[in-house]
């Protein structure tokens, strides 16, 4: 109950998406996503709150109010609605600390592939640009409301973007050397690529004595031909 009620207090305060709910409890219940975990918590806190409506007390009401405002909750809607209330009116809201980026983050995917297709790679890394106030943001909600079992909302992105990058092109994450480097900002989906240089490198046997190493150009005309190197400019016919 004190993650529900948590939870609760985060939603009372500020509109959040189920990324940015759930991503407050990201150490528990691992192995599951950041919006099935916020999912999860959203829809027990309606159970909850449908009890306390259906026995008739007013708490409840508020608290399926709040879901639905600040939590989206079709769930809290329908509660709502078959108990008798008024069913509220659709308000276009955006989640107070990623402004609605992680509803987009499959586009985002996309415009990343559509720039790394001019180059050859076989494993990337993702890093992630946010500007500083949402960063800020970020460090004063979980300040405020203490949460200590949260993930932070650059390596969500991250984590995210690389999963998607894997499924849809069959790359592989590095992270000691990767061919490419992604670098996006949700915010302004601006794309860096930063490629790591291929080396080539290679050996060969000098097998005869004769045949030169080295380009040896005339001195006098500096390999444009003249009278001295028969117009070859070279210093040695074998050169």
């Known amino acids: 109950m004190i993650v529900l009620d948590t ?8 509109a959040l998406c189920d990324n940015c709910l759930g991503r407050q409890f990201a150490l528990l219940a691992r192995g599951v996503e950041n919006d099935e975990r916020g999912k999860a918590l959203k829809l027990g806190l309606t159970m909850q709150a449908n009890a306390l409506n259906l026995d ?3 708490e409840g009401l508020r608290k399926l109010k709040v879901l639905v405002s600040n939590g989206f909750s079709i769930e809290a809607g329908t509660a709502l609605c078959q108990s008798g209330k008024r069913c509220p009116k659709h308000k276009v809201q955006v989640c107070f600390l990623c402004d609605g980026k992680f509803q987009i983050l ?6 990343v592939l559509e720039e790394a297709a001019y180059y050859e790679y076989t494993t990337f890394l993702v890093g992630i640009e946010l500007p500083m106030t949402v960063e800020e943001r970020e460090d004063e909600f979980k300040a405020a409301l203490n949460v200590v079992y949260g993930e932070s909302i650059r390596h969500e992105f ?22 490419l480097t992604i670098i996006l900002n949700p915010w302004t989906e601006n794309i860096t690529l930063q490629v790591n240089p291929l080396f080539v490198a290679g050996r060969y046997c000098k097998l005869v004595r004769d045949i030169p190493q080295s380009k040896w150009f005339c001195h006098s005309c500096r390999g444009k031909g003249c009278e001295k190197c028969g117009g070859t400019g070279k210093l040695y016919p074998e050169s």
């Open 7 to 14: 939870a609760f207090e985060m939603l009372e305060k500020h």
């Open 56 to 58: 008739k007390k007013k």
């Open 158 to 179: 991250g984590r995210l973007l690389g999963k998607l990058l894997e499924e849809q092109k069959g790359k592989t994450v590095d992270f000691r050397k990767p061919d």
């Open 106 to 111: 499959d586009a985002l995917a996309q415009k």
